[in-house]
Structures are given as C-alpha cells and as structure tokens.
C-alpha cells in the first residue's frame, strides 16, 4: 500500500484518499483572557476563544491586529503575559515544550523549511529529532505523508527544485506527520504566486473534512467562508466579533468588521 500511495490515486488537488488517513484526534482550545505585550506594545487585550475538537477556525483581521501573535502563544512561539490555554484541558503554558511540539503542529507564511534537505527529510526531521523515532520508521511515516499531500514523487527533491505550493505542501506534511492534536497555519498561502494557492487551500479544506482541529490566519475570505465553523475577527488586539461564517460575511454587526469586509472584500 506504500506503493499504492506513491503511485497513483491521488485527487486534483494531490490528497490521497484511501486507507492512509491521518488520524485526527482531539484538539479542543480553550483561550481565557489572553494578553501579550512585545515590550510596552499590548498585541492581545483579553483574548477569549473557543475552539472544538474537529473543527477549522478563521481568523481574519487587519495587519498589526495581533492575530499570528495570537497563534504564537498557541504554541509559546511567545510567551503571554496573562491568561490561560488549554488543549484538550491541560494548559499549554505549563506542558513541556517537547509534548508542546507534538501536540500542536504549525505551518507558516514562508514555509521555513530546511533547504539543505530533501522534502523527505524535512518531514522525517521532526520525527526523529522530537519523537526520538528510529530513522527507518521515521521515513515511513515521511512518505506516507508525502503521499497524503501528493508529494510521493518529489520526496527527494531539495526545497529549492519545488514550486511555492509543493514546499508548502511539504511543510503541512511535515507538522502532520507529528498526529498533532491542532495545527496552526498563519497566512500559509500569502507568499505563494496566484496560481499556486488553490492547490494549498483545498489540501487545507480536505484535512479539515477529515476531522482536523485547525485554526487559520487567512486573507482569504472565500476559504474562510466556505470551510471554516466559526470565523473570528480580530482588531486591536480583541476579538470584535466571532460567529458561523454566514454571521460574520453576511450580518457583520460592528462597525469595524463592516469597514474591513467593505475593504478586502
Ligand atoms: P497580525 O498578524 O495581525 O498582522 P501581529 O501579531 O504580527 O499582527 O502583530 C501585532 C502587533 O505586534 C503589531 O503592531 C506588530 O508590529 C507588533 N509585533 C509583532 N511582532 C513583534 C515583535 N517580535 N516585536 C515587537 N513588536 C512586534
Ligand atoms: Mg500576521
């Protein structure tokens, strides 16, 4: 079945669909009164959200909002000043960082992946290096992964010999491949040249149909629309308002949120 995966059977957008699934698992969010400050500059002002396991949350907003700052105290890129997270009841600010790494996966804007390694490695690192795996089970999972993302036959392509989407494919493999509890993708396809997000988007809109517990950083109000359970808005360091996408696209009820539909829209 290895084969199978590397051989075909892949979907326009390049997702497996078959028996190797990954396995989403929890990943229920509790954010109280979040607050972080870079120096003298407050970025989060009480921030309160909810999250439930299995589903995929927007969060949209202006630059400077605070909302990647908001993702990096999900995974203590940053430390926050006040308040609390739990991840499916344990608080993130008290777990260790390793258990931190494996339970909530994080994909970035420029896909920072390690460019002296193959895309294989790049996933296996992880594994290894975290997860202490032996190297050949490790590569295993790195292919399955690869697999899921339609990569089977570019895994020994170094990143530099991949287009933007395939390196941003590699690098949802890659925090897959941890069976994270959560993943975090901050403004995954803002860097990717136009015909390339498409591919990125419903790679991302198919692991949340599988049940994935996602919180999205997104300009891209069609995806948000269309996949995302809850949309929250984010101005100033507060959320101004969160609601079911219809809510928020349709019904805006701030002032604040209208003028930013009224703008990106
Ligand atoms: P967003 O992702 O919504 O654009 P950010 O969370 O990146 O917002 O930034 C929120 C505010 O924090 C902005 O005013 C930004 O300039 C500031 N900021 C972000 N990162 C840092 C940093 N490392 N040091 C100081 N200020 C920062
Ligand atoms: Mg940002």
């Known amino acids: 079945s290895e084969l199978q995966a590397a051989s075909g059977a892949q979907t326009e957008a390049g997702v497996v669909i078959g028996s190797h ?21 407050e970025v989060l002002k009480g921030v309160d959200l909810d999250i439930a ?5 927007c969060i949209i907003g202006p630059s400077g909002s605070g909302k990647s700052t908001l993702l990096r105290c ?14 499916d009841g344990e608080s ?31 996933v296996m690192l992880s594994l290894t290096k975290i997860k202490k795996m032996p190297k ?16 089977a036959g570019r895994s020994d392509h170094r990143p530099a010999g991949l287009s933007g989407g395939q390196q941003q494919r590699v690098a949802i493999a890659r ?36 049940g ?14 269309k996949v995302a359970d809850q949309v929250v808005f984010m101005d100033e360091g507060r ?4 609601g079911k996408p219809q809510e928020i696209f349709d019904n805006p009820r701030s002032e604040r949120l209208q003028r930013f539909l009224a703008e990106v829209l």
Do not use: C
């Open 21 to 41: 699934r990954p396995r989403f698992k929890g990943g229920a969010l509790k954010i109280r009164d979040l607050s972080m400050a870079y120096g003298e500059l």
């Open 53 to 57: 396991p299995g589903t995929v949350t």
């Open 74 to 87: 999900l995974n203590r890129l940053v430390e926050p000043k006040r308040g609390e997270i739990l991840l």
């Open 92 to 122: 993130i600010l008290a777990m260790k960082p390793e258990s931190l790494r494996r339970r909530v996966g994080m994909v970035f804007q420029h896909f920072n992946l390690f460019p002296d390694h193959t895309a294989l490695e790049n």
């Open 136 to 151: 050949r089970e490790a590569r295993q999972i790195a292919k399955t992964r690869l697999g899921e993302v339609g990569l």
């Open 175 to 210: 925090a897959l491949a941890m069976n994270p509890e959560v993943v975090l993708f901050d403004e995954v396809t803002s860097a990717l040249d136009p015909e390339l997000v498409k591919g990125v988007l419903d790679l991302m809109a198919n692991l949340g149909s599988q």
């Open 212 to 225: 994935m517990t996602m919180a999205v950083v997104t300009h891209e109000m069609g995806f948000a629309r």
């Open 239 to 242: 959320i101004i308002e969160a």
